[in-house]
């Protein structure tokens, strides 16, 4: 009977070939595509599993008085805890925002080769026993107690040495001086860092790193935060306590109110706070807007696909009455009409699934895709896993649509079927309300993809405002943040290329506009620790506010190196007048000889307001602007 049933099947799919054919291929690109869309969900709702310990884990938080929460906290905060012994708490850890640093690393063969942009994450030593990682070579005993002790991840342990040479005790050269570095640590780092230990990689969903690939932890860091002098004032990471068994970060909560705890940061007191381990991430990222997004995407897409699908199969059906008809006649039961349907609708689906899954394999090896600093890798197997899932699931809705065809055949007379109602207006009502979804579906995706493009050309016009669409067209950028390029060979590079008769400017800099800011943060009294203010700072040449085409508000440009230029955004928020102002950076004291108008290099993060300090370059350039003639940027 089974034979019969494949052989029945298999002559009404080449009897009616294209139909079949656009609605397996249709249902595939929607399997394909509603798989890699709810990958990212999972991923992004699947956030922190990977820890053994994540049910016992709880964030340690502030709150400001007026009841808003940090981001993250200081760094000195979790050392505060540790002074004070909790019942729930069985062991604190501090974790540093992740950031990219270059270093110089020696190899086997006794070089020293310049490695570039390794995200970076400096933990103390109880990060092992919060988080465990798996350690592959060395010993996080040792790494915890000896300076500057790195830890690499397996990946670039492999990238580096390979597989056979171990890198343990081999040296990593820091290659730029930190922010968080004391004032006697050269521009060009130089910082000596031992290689302790290997660990297995750290996923990329986790609220720790989220979406960013991991290279290496680093313990008792010189350079790093934990021991950085004004480290009580700057909220560069995240506190977590990892609590008893039996314990919960609601009790945890409870014991804090009852104990008042605060700390004080820009002289103001903020209460200690405990939340569940990843709430605040949830909370407060766009992590849970983009799961919330891919997944509505690919089940529009996916039912785009289904209706596709059904409606075809639905029609094969419907055309067919009066064969089901004369069965019913010949005495053939609803088993034997059900696994004539249901057969054809497996044997359709499972063509389709196999397309599919032949698309997976094919596209497996260009599934990543970046977004801002964000970086996701579909693995091959685990997609191909969930997608066995969802090809479950349609089958279970070929299963349905069988069982009510089968009850409608069962519950109409022999000669309706064989003669039929009015087969061609049931087969033209429900064709039109499933092309009718089907057209609203296309409709959404037009009426998004014209809203993204839009939000894109603001974007483009609100980036450097100051400069016209056609004035940024003509500007190339240069990148030059090479750790193997002496400066002088960066600065000669740039005045050789300048001299091309099609360059009409240039303007040499420290970073990328694009990519980040030169510091942060300056004293309004000279050594006054307490005096600190949160502003953005830039580093630029002379010619920096005629190049950019940004008009100066008040007072005029620089003319010393003991002046500086505020944009109005600072003005506003510090709601005085700043000319004739003297801020400091360190020990070096500037005066606000002008105000400019607002700098806009970021369209997604607040501005706290620039000030533009004087720079040569002498000691230090990574990117060059230059400036072409009309019509001669190629």
Known sequence: MLQHYIKTAFRHLLKYKTQNLISIIGLSVGILCFSICLYCSRFIYSVDQCFTNKERIANVNL?????????????????????????EVEAYTFVADPNQR?????????????????????????YNKVFTPQIVQGSWETASNTPNSVILTRSLARKIFGNDESPIGKRMILAQRLSTSPSTTPRTGGISYTIQAVIEDIPLNTSLSFLQQIDMLIL?????????????????????????????????????RAMNLKHTMFKKENDVTASPFGKNFLE????????????????????TGLLNFFQFLTGSYLNRSHEFGIRKATGSGDRQLFGLLFTQAVFISLIAFLFTFSMIEMLSPFLSFSLFNFTLLVERNLLLTQTTEY???????????????????KHI????????????????????????????????????????YLQADKTGSTLFHTLTEKEKSEIISLPLDYRFMKNSEKLALIERISRHPSITDKLPADINYLGGISGTGM????????????????????????????????????????????????????????????????????????????????????????????CNFNEYVGHCYLKCKPGSVE
């Not at 306590?241 to 609601?250: D, E, V």
């Not at 997004?293 to 089940?299: A, C, K």
């Not at 033209?428 to 037009?446: K, T």
């Open 63 to 87: 709150y400001t008085p007026d009841g808003t929460t940090y981001w993250g906290i200081p760094a000195n905060l979790i050392e505060n805890l540790r002074q004070t012994p909790i019942e």
């Open 523 to 614: 004293y309004t009294e000279k050594g006054n620790r307490d005096s600190y203010i949160e502003v953005n700072i830039m580093n630029i040449s002379s010619n920096f506010f005629e190049f950019m085409n940004i008009p100066i508000l008040s007072g005029h440009t620089l003319e010393t190196n003991e002046q500086m230029v505020a944009d109005h955004k600072l003005t506003e928020r510090m709601k005085k007048d700043l000319l004739g102002m003297t801020l400091y950076n360190y020990e070096d004291g500037y005066t606000v000889c002008g105000t400019c108008s607002d700098f806009i290099a970021d369209t997604y993060n607040q501005s706290q307001g620039f000030i533009f300090l004087p």
């Open 102 to 126: 270059s270093y110089n690393v020696e190899t086997p063969e006794g070089k020293e080769l310049p490695y570039e942009d390794l995200y970076t994450m400096e933990v103390d030593s109880s």
């Open 284 to 303: 407060k990222s766009i992590a849970p807007y983009f799961a919330g997004i891919t997944s509505v995407i690919g089940l529009l897409i996916l039912l």
């Open 413 to 452: 007379s022999i000669q309706t079927g064989i003669r039929g109602s009015n087969p061609k207006r049931s087969r033209h009502s429900i064709r039109n309300i499933l092309l009718g979804i089907q057209f609203f579906i296309c409709w959404l995706f037009v009426v998004f993809t014209t809203a993204l």
């Open 391 to 409: 090809m479950a699931g349609i089958l279970l809705l070929c299963l349905l649509l069988c069982l009510i065809t089968v009850w409608r055949i």
């Open 220 to 256: 008792n860091d010189s350079e790093g935060i934990l021991q950085f002098e004004s480290n009580n004032n700057r909220t560069g990471g995240l506190g977590f306590a990892l609590l008893r068994p039996g314990k919960t970060p609601t009790q945890l909560e409870a014991r804090f």
